[in-house]
């Protein structure tokens, strides 16, 4: 089944630049696909449409049945709890721990204590930081701090992982760690992972799909694709 | 339970953020604190000359003198345009006769020269105590009862009453705008302390946004934010109001200036209006913090 499906999508800002031309694409429960292409192709445009940041001018959005053109803004929270999103600059609160950071994504929605105490312990297990539960994100290295981000994103247990360039600040060798830690949750808890970025080197490596956008148009939607140019 | 869960952290939230924006939280209290004072003053003043007004309504009486050669049929022909007039609630009448017996009641003196003349000579005259509906327009009631054919005078506290009333919704009007402008200034002062926390804290809403919290979520701490500070600035004016009143009413012995005007009983006028202050302090904090959540967090 597909979890993400867009339709004729177009999208102008107000500025009269169009990031997207006429976009068709679906994307099936449980994929890791790349969102390749250089600046100004619209594959930030594209993330962020998926966790409607900005809103289609045109066409269907729709991700896990909820046509995201459509949300109104008072219901946005009810697609953002079904997908955890991962920045290049990974958005922790600084005056928070490593633990609190990844409790805070559930103590927004209401969790119980007991509940977030589990749920936090397993997500910061599988980016492999049970062992940094109280430092501060200040005191980690950047390589850490986007896997206690990764941790937030998934700790609510999300069908989708969007990932807006989250190697962007790190050297080739902690971007791998991250896309290790990445795929184990792609392949562990069967989450589906968007993430954009323009490291040729992570794309050619990994042999995932890749959907290559160029001036906002879709150019090659491949299995197993690399970075060509 | 999860509601509760919510609202619990809301209101850690809230308190923590009015402690670390310390100085701009009291800046925010004092002038609630100002604003209620004044507005309780205001209401409390209001109140009781609301009270004046209808202990002299209750008293006012037109007091309308026939010509003395007035007969029955011209008596009956008064009462029924007297009746007709829309501000007269109710009207007792009163023929010389029992204008007599009463006189003779009262004195001895009055007994013995008032039995000196039968009814042709006598020189009282027929009257009718009429009571009005609305006191501010007492004058011109009495004016038109006395265009009224064999109508010789129209006696009330004209100049008295007229001023009193006048001099009373003056002071009312002033005291509104006193205090719908102090309202505002202190709504804006709230909205600015509300707003500054929501920039130290833009961060953390921009995270809760992305992870999914309801706008309700996001919103309440602050508009509890502007309660507690609502809360808080309606302390001081409540005391006042409590032991202001009381020492107020024991000082002028309940009466100001004569006994015609009566102030109300302290009790439980004052925990009304400390009731009033109470919400009138919560509602300007809701509101204030409201309108700065809307307008600057766009959730």
Request: glycine share 6%.
């Amino acid at each position: 089944m597909d979890l993400i499906r867009l339709k004729n999508v177009e999208k102008k800002y107000k500025n009269g630049v169009t990031a997207i031309y006429d976009l068709n694409l679906a994307i099936e429960k449980g994929s890791f696909v790349f969102v390749i292409g250089g600046s100004g192709s619209g594959k930030s445009t594209l993330i962020k449409m998926l966790y409607r940041e900005e809103k289609p001018t045109k066409g269907q959005v729709i991700v896990g049945g909820l046509d995201v053109a459509k949300l109104k803004n008072k219901k946005v929270y009810k697609l953002r709890r079904k997908l955890g999103i991962v920045f290049q600059d990974y958005r922790l609160l600084p005056k928070l721990t490593v633990y609190e950071n990844v409790a805070f994504a559930l103590e927004c929605i209401g969790e119980k204590k007991d509940d977030i105490r589990i749920k936090v312990l397993k997500a910061l297990e599988d980016v492999g930081l049970k062992n940094k539960v109280h430092e501060y994100p200040g005191n980690l290295s950047g390589g850490e701090q986007q896997r206690v981000a990764i941790a937030r994103a998934i700790v609510n247990d999300p069908k989708l992982l969007l990932c807006d360039e989250p190697t962007g600040n790190l050297d080739p060798e902690k971007s791998m760690e991250i896309m290790r830690v990445l795929e184990d949750i792609n392949k562990g808890r069967g989450t589906t992972i968007i993430m954009a970025t323009h490291d040729k080197e992570i794309v050619n490596k990994m042999k995932k799909q890749v959907i290559t956008l160029k001036d906002g148009h879709l150019v090659r939607f491949k299995q197993k694709g690399t970075y060509a140019e | 339970m999860k509601p509760f869960r919510m609202l619990g952290r809301s209101i850690r939230d809230a308190v923590k953020s009015v402690i670390r924006n310390f100085s701009l939280s009291l800046a925010s209290i004092s002038c609630i604190t100002i604003t209620l004072i004044i507005v309780a003053v205001a209401i409390i003043a209001s109140y009781n000359v609301q009270n004046f007004t209808k202990e002299i309504e209750r008293d006012m009486t037109i007091v309308v003198f026939l010509d003395n050669d007035a007969t029955e049929s011209d008596v009956k022909k008064v009462e029924k345009e007297i009746k007709a007039i829309n501000n007269v609630e109710k009207y007792t009448f009163q023929s010389k006769q029992e204008v007599k017996e009463k006189m003779q009641e009262e004195s001895e003196v009055f007994n013995t020269v008032l039995n000196n003349w039968d009814d042709e000579e006598s020189p009282l005259k027929d009257t009718f105590q009429v009571k009005v509906k609305e006191i501010e327009k007492i004058s011109s009631t009495a004016k038109k009862i006395e265009y009224i054919d064999k109508v010789s005078v129209v006696r009330y506290g004209e100049g008295m009453v007229d001023k009193m009333v006048n001099a009373f919704s003056a002071v009312e009007k002033v005291t509104y705008g006193i205090v719908i402008a102090l309202v505002l200034v202190t709504v804006f002062l709230i909205v600015n302390t509300i707003k500054l926390t929501i920039s130290a804290r833009r961060k953390e809403i921009e995270i809760m946004r992305l992870v999914g919290a309801s706008n309700l979520t996001i919103k309440m701490p602050f508009i509890i934010e502007g309660m507690i500070l609502g809360l808080f600035g309606s302390i001081v004016p409540i005391l006042i109001v409590i032991y202001g009143y009381f020492a107020f009413y024991r000082y002028f012995d309940g009466y100001l200036y004569s006994r015609l005007i009566q102030l109300i009983q302290p009790e439980p006028f004052v925990y009304q209006i400390s009731l009033i202050v109470i919400g009138i302090g919560i509602l300007v904090g809701m509101i204030g913090s409201a309108s700065a959540v809307r307008r600057y967090l766009k959730v």
